[in-house]
């Protein structure tokens, strides 16, 4: 004779719970059950404040999830009928995704970096949801369904989601699993927003993008005019630099190749020239330092060489022929323009 079904269902529970606890010697490998891909047990620290502020709303509405399946699957396990074998793994796999989240929240075991990259408890939201949709639907349960604590859990992780992207774009993969959930809730508030209307007070996933983009400053238009519009600029920077050094070589041509001297009219309009280009440096560094799309080597180091050739160019009219002031002076003003053109394409 078979051995009875309970000795079975026993035997199988306990597999999977040696399953659970089993390590492989000398290698920190995490079995495959949600719950353990939660805390620092078996992976890295996660480290990133801005990434710790999405997962600790993310354990927080996760947990909240788990414990209503768990409930469910408690009051079913009791009927031969419902509490199929495939059930019973699930309530296993749920109950220990609830205990290592309740380890993190309780401080036993700090988050791990692979919580948020993980989407092994995504079926636990759709099972919910589905499992809510039903009693939604009867009107006799309708009033079991308690939704309050899965909003407040919803807003509060789309703040830390703002938050956390205002401060650091986030991961793609990390984004992509975060979107899931929401696009579960999304189909969720479709089949029973008529029956519960307070889901609406849950933010739209475009509506969080929104904010994030807003925050990052607004995308810069690409459109055919203003393409058209920066390639006109590009090259009237073009033609004027060249156009300049027609006029230097021309200058060169008809200088007497002599020093000047502190006396000459020419060598206090070129002090009057070097401050005023001074000062336009100054006016162009301070927007592209603070816009954050422009690296620093893109505008400290045209600065660094426009100021340095501007501030040698005044020394040079009285120790050196005059034509090389000029000349160092031409290639300070071509460099500061292209400088110039750099806000006018970026819009600053």
Same mark, same amino acid.
């Given at each position: 004779?078979?051995?009875?079904?309970?000795?079975?269902?026993? *035997?199988?529970?306990?597999? +999977? &719970? *040696?399953?659970?606890?089993?390590?492989?010697?000398?290698?920190?490998?995490?079995?495959?059950?949600?719950?353990?891909?939660?805390?620092?047990?078996?992976?890295?620290?996660?480290? $990133?404040?801005?990434?710790?502020?999405?997962?600790?709303?993310?354990?927080?509405?996760?947990?909240?999830?788990?414990?209503?399946? =768990?409930?469910?699957?408690? #009051?079913? %396990?009791?009927?031969?009928?419902?509490?199929? @074998?495939?059930? +019973?793994?699930?309530?296993?796999?749920?109950?220990?995704?609830?205990? #290592?989240?309740?380890?993190? +929240? %309780?401080?036993?075991?700090?988050?791990?970096?692979?919580?948020? %990259?993980?989407?092994?408890?995504?079926?636990?939201?759709?099972?919910?949801?589905?499992?809510?949709?039903? *009693?939604?639907?009867?009107?006799?349960? +309708?009033?079991?369904?308690?939704?309050?604590?899965? =909003?407040?859990?919803?807003?509060?992780?789309? $703040?830390?989601?703002?938050?956390?992207?205002?401060?650091?774009?986030?991961?793609?993969?990390? @984004? /992509?699993?975060?979107? @899931?959930?929401?696009? *579960?809730?999304?189909?969720?508030? &479709?089949?029973?927003?008529?029956?519960?209307?307070?889901?609406?007070?849950?933010?739209?996933?475009?509506?969080?993008?929104?904010?994030?983009?807003?925050?990052?400053?607004?995308?810069?238009?690409?459109?055919?005019?203003?393409?058209?519009? /920066?390639?006109?600029?590009? !090259?009237?920077?073009?033609?004027?630099?060249?156009?300049?050094? =027609?006029?230097?070589?021309?200058?060169?041509?008809?200088?007497?190749?002599?020093?000047?001297?502190?006396?000459?009219?020419?060598? !206090?309009?070129?002090? &009057?020239?070097?401050?005023? &280009?001074?000062?336009?440096?100054?006016?162009?560094?301070?927007?592209?330092? #603070?816009?954050?799309?422009?690296?620093? !080597?893109? !505008?400290?180091?045209?600065?660094?060489? =426009?100021?340095?050739?501007?501030?040698?160019?005044?020394?040079?009219?009285?120790?050196?022929?005059? @034509?090389?002031?000029?000349?160092?002076?031409?290639?300070?003003?071509?460099? /500061?323009?292209?400088?110039?053109?750099?806000?006018?394409?970026?819009?600053?």
């Amino acid at each position: 004779m078979g051995e009875p079904l309970s000795s079975s269902i026993s *035997r199988a529970e306990n597999l +999977r &719970q *040696r399953a659970v606890n089993w390590r492989i010697p000398g290698e920190r490998r995490s079995p495959d059950v949600t719950g353990l891909l939660v805390s620092d047990e078996f992976c890295p620290t996660l480290t $990133d404040p801005h990434l710790l502020r999405i997962a600790r709303a993310l354990l927080d509405a996760e947990s909240n999830i788990l414990s209503a399946r =768990i409930r469910a699957f408690n #009051k079913t %396990k009791a009927d031969p009928e419902a509490s199929t @074998e495939a059930k +019973r793994a699930t309530l296993c796999d749920a109950e220990a995704a609830y205990a #290592k989240i309740e380890e993190v +929240r %309780k401080g036993t075991h700090r988050v791990g970096t692979y919580y948020l %990259k993980s989407r092994r408890s995504l079926h636990f939201w759709t099972d919910q949801y589905n499992a809510w949709s039903y *009693r939604l639907e009867d009107p006799g349960r +309708r009033d079991s369904v308690k939704l309050d604590w899965h =909003i407040i859990d919803m807003n509060t992780l789309g $703040d830390a989601i703002v938050q956390a992207a205002t401060a650091s774009p986030l991961d793609a993969e990390i @984004e /992509q699993l975060l979107e @899931e959930r929401w696009s *579960r809730f999304a189909m969720f508030e &479709q089949m029973v927003g008529g029956i519960v209307p307070k889901l609406e007070l849950v933010p739209k996933w475009d509506e969080i993008k929104k904010r994030t983009n807003a925050s990052h400053g607004s995308p810069r238009s690409t459109t055919p005019t203003a393409l058209h519009s /920066q390639s006109t600029l590009i !090259w009237l920077v073009l033609v004027t630099t060249v156009s300049n050094t =027609i006029t230097f070589a021309l200058s060169y041509n008809y200088s007497t190749h002599e020093r000047g001297a502190w006396r000459d009219a020419d060598f !206090w309009a070129l002090v &009057q020239q070097a401050i005023t &280009q001074l000062i336009g440096l100054a006016i162009t560094m301070v927007p592209l330092a #603070k816009n954050p799309s422009v690296p620093p !080597w893109a !505008w400290q180091a045209p600065s660094l060489f =426009i100021g340095l050739l501007t501030a040698v160019s005044i020394p040079l009219y009285l120790f050196a022929p005059t @034509e090389w002031s000029s000349f160092t002076m031409l290639v300070g003003g071509a460099i /500061q323009t292209f400088l110039t053109l750099q806000l006018a394409i970026l819009g600053v």
